[in-house]
């Protein structure tokens, strides 16, 4: 056993990271993403190697996806069967770039995928005074696909009706946010809520609440590629799982009440600081 | 099916949370520290599954075993979510299509669960 990364992390960590934790999955579940944005900045400063700290936040990831889906789809916010289609380009998407991860240089890669966050931010940023419409026409592979749904917003009072539109744009794209979370072990959701709303025209909180489903599944399939390596740290796994699910149940409470527009707005947050740190990382070369 | 699926999921993360817990208590108790230090040795989710449930079944586990046990049950839970969708699909909608596209996804969790 490597015991370089547990010099770093006594009790008082234990409770710092269960601390941090809940605050990942806070933020997770209500930005539709894992919280490893989070996570892995606080873990590499306790002391965990790069590595062990993307192996634990994978994990982190599967938790907060089921604790916050838990939620939104009892509550018939997230869209299932979005959400199942899509899952499919995601999750081979994230075997492909898990298996490759070896053999790619991985400075270029975070750069380049900080850019692209960056860039959607930006685009994102232009029209976030725009009130959410729902898309009145909806193309044919869509409608087949059954990309409709409603679900009741609490900030309203009202039943939002909304078509999913584009599915053609939606697979690839879901394939390619897959790819890169296999590849880097983060981003899980950040691109596919971008791909949701802007893509495929969801409402911020479905497209929010589908990419928590969604993440799950992705993390999962890349989980075993770590867990054969022998990164996951069960000593360091458990708390960060309790914290994790905890903040994440909260997050929905918040979630549910929020407008639109205000879930919209802290995602916008959440992705401008993810594409700096991602650029940080890799000029940094941390 | 959004009750089925929202009480699936709930059910593996309040599951899984008791286990951990309960695990870590334990620990705490035997050896009064938090940190549980060990290692999970190379192998894939299935393997880490059967091991704990063997250990259990004979008997001779500790709490270590009680937190593998809760670390396992939180990483199935989207897996079991796939899998009753997929029965969900076929037996109560007769969604064709969708009893395909789920099915994709529980081919490929299977698939990785084995990945060595």
Known sequence: MDRKHYGAVSVISFWLLAAVSVAAGFVGAMSGMGGGIVLIPVLTFLGVDIKHAIAISIVSVIATSSGAASAYVREHITNLKIGMFLEMFTILGALTGASITLVSAQRPLVILFGIVLLASWATLFVRRQEDYQPPTEQDGVSRWLEFHGSYYDQAVGQEIEYKGVRAYIGVPCMFGAGLIAGLLGIGAGALKVLVLDLGMRLPPKVSTTTSNLIIGVTALAGTSVYLAAGLIDPGLVAPVMIGVVTGALIGTRLLVRLSNQAVREFFLIVLLALGVEMLVRGIRGG | ?116
Request: charged letters at 10%; zero cysteines.
């Open chain 2, 1 to 116: 099916m959004e009750t089925l699926i929202g009480y699936i999921l709930l059910a593996g993360v309040v599951l899984s949370m008791a286990l951990i817990t309960a695990g870590l208590v334990w620990h705490w108790l035997v050896t009064g520290r938090l940190q549980a230090e060990y290692v999970i040795r190379g192998t894939n989710l299935l393997g880490f599954a059967v091991l704990a449930v063997r250990q259990i079944i004979s008997g001779s586990f500790d709490s270590r075993t009680v937190i593998n046990l809760g670390i396992v049950t939180l990483l199935l839970t989207p897996f079991v979510r796939v899998l009753a969708s997929v029965v969900y699909f076929a037996l109560a909608e007769h969604d064709w299509k969708y009893v395909v596209f789920t099915g994709v996804v529980l081919s490929v969790l299977t698939y990785s669960l084995f990945l060595r």
